[in-house]
């Protein structure tokens, strides 16, 4: 049993443009939501991560909105651009346990 | 100077055979992790040691054996591999025990299992 769904599972979106990506969760005891960038061939790394005392996060061009009664997380990335080309997974976290998405693999069309 | 480094990158072997991976931090972290992240890239928690003790083992086969002789090292020891143990594995280290800090993973060690 997936403990956080991820969508889409891939996205094409043109450079400038806005990449969105959403995740959903069941368990409310989760208290920490990060989301990680991985490029092919390396690990994945922490891109921006956020508490369900906060409906949002941004980070530059990244920003994380949060919707605790929906359970629900999306990342957006605003002007999108090729270097933002990666898989990206959102995750949950509970007692040092963390949950990831299936992840999506975006790809910014330059 | 890498933060966590995993060897082999690659390891390619037979079924039946058994094999080892073996990660090193150098961030001074207590938490260690291994993480399976199989051909659809979904990445699943395996075991978590904090200061060499076992705090998490996932429903993972007996044939997988963590072992951590000290907070900077955790390798991972498999037995009798089968083909559907062929998947990318990820070491990771984190200072915080409750799992709220960054996860810092390594690059990885594929398996492939023929």
């Known amino acids: 049993q997936q403990q956080v769904k991820q969508s889409p599972q891939s996205l094409i979106v043109q450079k400038g443009g806005i990449s969105i990506i959403n995740c959903a969760y069941e368990?409310?005891?989760?208290?920490?939501f990060p989301w990680y960038q991985q490029f092919p061939g390396k690990g994945p790394a922490l891109l921006i991560a956020i508490r369900p005392d906060v409906s949002e996060k941004k980070e530059g061009r990244f920003t994380i909105s949060f919707n605790k009664s929906a359970k629900q997380f999306s990342l957006h990335i605003m002007d999108s651009q090729p270097g933002d080309s990666a898989t990206y997974f959102c995750a949950a976290n509970n007692f040092n346990k963390f949950y990831f998405g299936s992840g999506t693999k975006l790809n910014v069309k330059p | 100077d890498t933060a966590v480094s995993q060897t082999p990158k690659y390891l390619v072997t037979q079924m039946g055979n058994d094999k080892s991976i073996k990660c090193e931090q150098n961030l001074g972290h207590d938490t260690m992790y291994w993480y399976k992240q199989d051909s659809k890239k979904f990445l699943k928690i395996m075991f978590s040691y904090n200061n060499k003790e076992l705090i998490i083992n996932e429903t993972v086969p007996n044939r997988f054996s963590p072992k951590s002789p000290d907070k900077a090292h955790l390798n991972l020891h498999i037995n009798s591999l089968e083909l559907g143990d062929s998947a990318v594995y990820f070491c990771?280290?984190?200072?915080?025990?409750?799992?709220?800090?960054?996860?810092?993973f390594g690059e990885g060690s594929r398996l492939t299992v023929l």
């Open positions: 990771a280290s984190s200072q915080d025990v409750l799992g709220v800090g960054e996860l810092f």
């Open positions: 368990n409310t005891a989760f208290d920490y």
